[in-house]
């Protein structure tokens, strides 16, 4: 893997896990699936409700002799429900639940997935865009260079004034190529610290050659094979498409039973207590009483007729759920297409990787015998500067070509789950996924 070649980039994969915007977002996401868990599975339990009251009334009937009764008292009371039997709809809507918390856990290790492949990636392209701009500016030096020899010819009345326009030009474009590539490099670094969730990043963390990495062509037929044999059932996509369609199913046994009667068991206590005060010919009747109310009951609720709610609620769960069998089909077999294309992929750019390090080897030799032809008299400086000008180039491509191989390998390991990076995920959050 790439941060096995390049040690720094290892702890900003560790970070991302945390710091990065988008795992900081899904891990939201985990915390509002169970808050829905637990709101789908508060049907199966009782619930409680209370109220109180407290309060007076006055009285007053006039006929022959007036009577005035004022009372002062506490009311309250305590009630209890429990749902018996719904047909397995609460029980299929806690599942629901369950099932979602399983699904966005699989989405937050999903995503820490794709973002270390593109973190990955990223890094790799810093490493060459970083040699590239080492090789803009050693193109203009030797730009500057021919332009202060063609200006000291000019002094020297050895060459025409028109003579130094070429050189001049020549200077201008190399110092825009070079401007393009720092400010190109920059913005990369920018976009990088971004997706890593980090503020800055260390100017030896980007190496000045990406190492060389190997290959076992063995190795990755086996992984893909097995991969292939298992139809995707690693790939936390085509397990989560799983639980979508468990869930459809659950929705339609739902919908279902939606007009069928459901059965509850209620109990209500409740205290009165008063006092009053009685006026009849002008004299005081003081009264106390307390009430109490004790209710056991069984409920039935039963919704007949809903205007065909129902039939469409059923209708929908059942159509969804067959949408989502067909997605689930054409997921696989995309991925199982696109397993065997990283393969081949994965092999050309070892091959194209391969055809750069002998390019660059090439390149070497010749800037060797150069120097050895210069500091002999043999050959002129603009040769050597020629030479290593096609050796640094020589060292881009190789960088480009093991960057292009490291990036697909990632790619690959990472579709068929053997990306050891997985292993960064606290337990907490694929205990569910698994």
């Given amino acids: ?35 829905t868990r637990i709101q789908e599975a508060a049907g199966l339990f009782p619930s409680l409700g209370a109220n109180v009251q407290y309060g007076s009334n006055t009285t007053t009937t006039s006929y022959a002799a007036s009577i005035s009764r004022a009372s002062l008292g506490l009311l309250y009371g305590v009630s209890a429900t429990q749902p018996i ?20 856990s699989r989405e937050y290790a999903e995503a820490y997935r794709q973002l270390v492949v593109s973190l990955r990636a990223q890094f790799l392209a810093l490493a060459a865009k970083k040699i590239g701009l080492r090789n803009a500016d050693y193109a203009l030096q030797q730009a500057e260079e021919v332009l202060a020899v063609t200006e000291e010819r000019m002094r020297t009345k050895s060459a ?22 720092q400010e190109d490099l920059e913005n990369s670094k920018r976009v990088f610290l971004l997706l890593a969730g980090q503020t800055d990043l260390d100017g030896q963390a980007v190496p000045d050659e990406i190492p060389r990495p ?20 690693g790939s936390l996509p ?48 003081l009264q106390q009483y307390v009430t109490r109310i004790t209710d056991y009951n069984v409920m039935a609720d039963w919704s007949i007729f809903d205007g065909f709610a129902a039939r469409g609620a059923r209708l929908y769960a059942l159509n969804h759920k067959r949408s989502l069998e067909r997605t689930l089909r054409t997921t ?70 093991r960057g292009d191989f490291l990036d697909r390998w990632s790619q690959f390991a990472s579709a068929i789950g053997v990306d050891p990076t997985a292993d960064l995920i606290p337990e907490r959050y694929l205990k569910d996924a698994k």
Avoid: C
Avoid at 166 to 171: C, F, S
Avoid at 218 to 227: D, G, I, T, Y
């Fill in 1 to 35: 893997m790439p941060e096995d070649l390049i040690p720094a980039l290892r702890p900003i994969l560790v970070s991302a896990l945390s710091q990065s915007p988008q795992m900081i977002a899904h891990n939201i996401s985990i915390a509002q699936a169970e808050g």
């Fill in 85 to 104: 039997y719904h047909w397995g709809a609460l029980k299929a809507r806690a599942e629901i639940g369950k099932i979602g918390v399983r699904i966005a």
């Fill in 160 to 181: 025409a004034p028109g003579d130094v326009n070429g050189p001049r030009l020549a200077v201008d474009e190399a110092r825009l190529a070079r401007d393009v590539a």
């Fill in 214 to 233: 190997t290959y076992s062509p063995e190795m990755v037929a086996k992984l893909s094979q097995r991969f292939l044999l298992s139809e995707g059932g």
């Fill in 238 to 285: 085509i397990q989560n498409l799983h639980d979508n369609i468990k869930q459809a199913d659950l929705d339609y046994r739902i919908a279902r039973v939606q007009l069928l009667p459901r059965l509850g068991v209620g109990v209500f206590f409740g205290q009165q207590t008063q006092s009053s005060v009685v006026k009849d010919n002008q004299q005081d009747k």
């Fill in 332 to 401: 696989v077999d995309q991925t199982m297409a696109q397993v065997r294309d990283q393969e081949k992929q994965l092999g050309f750019a070892w091959r194209s990787l391969e055809l750069a390090q002998r390019r660059r080897d090439f390149a070497e030799d010749v800037l060797k015998r150069f120097t050895k032809e210069t500091e002999l008299g043999q050959s002129s400086q603009t040769e050597i500067s020629s030479a290593r000008a096609a050796y640094y180039q020589s060292e881009l491509g190789l960088s480009v070509a």
